[in-house]
């Protein structure tokens, strides 16, 4: 009954997060201004930067968020809001969500490796998320609870926790 009700939850937060996927256009100001060249920040690194202002916006305490564009990965350390293991699903839920929003909006992103952080010092556990789990569930192939399986399964104990 625990296990149902936590995936449930969990399964809610992936889906509603992601399901949010349509996102407004803002209308350019038209003002002119003089600026300096600068590197254009490539589309994929634009993307993790929107991810990382989800997750800024949904209180997840960032360590490092690391765009890999040559191997389509992003790295991501956080400090865990939970005190329990098997607590973070929400929290897992909200992050995964995220992620997969940002797929269903162009990002290139193929992986998400996680690591939580139960304080800056100690290691909890890992956990990752793949678009291509993501794709199988718009395309009807996965329910909503099997994504959320795919991704709650992936999640181990750090060695030293």
Excluded at 26 to 36: F, G, I, P
Excluded at 68 to 93: K, M, R
Excluded at 135 to 150: F, T, V, W
């Amino acid at each position: 009954m625990r296990r149902r009700r936590f995936l449930t939850a969990f399964s809610a937060m992936v889906v509603g997060t992601a399901g949010c996927a349509q996102e407004s256009e803002t209308e350019a100001s038209t003002q002119s201004t003089t600026t300096l060249p600068t590197k254009t920040p490539s589309p994929f690194v634009e993307q993790a930067d929107e991810f990382r202002s989800f997750l800024q916006q949904e209180e997840i305490s960032i360590v490092e968020l690391l765009p890999q564009p040559p191997a389509n990965a992003v790295e991501l350390t956080y400090v865990s809001n939970e005190d329990q293991y098997e607590e973070v699903g929400g929290e897992i839920g909200t992050i995964a969500g995220g992620f997969f929003n940002r797929v269903a909006n162009g990002w290139e992103a193929e992986r998400l490796n996680a690591i939580v952080m139960d304080s800056p010092e100690s290691r909890f556990g890992t956990w990752h998320a793949k678009s291509s789990w993501f794709a199988d569930y718009q395309d009807g192939e996965i329910s909503a609870n099997e994504l959320s399986l795919k991704v709650l399964d992936t999640l181990s104990r750090a060695e030293d926790a």
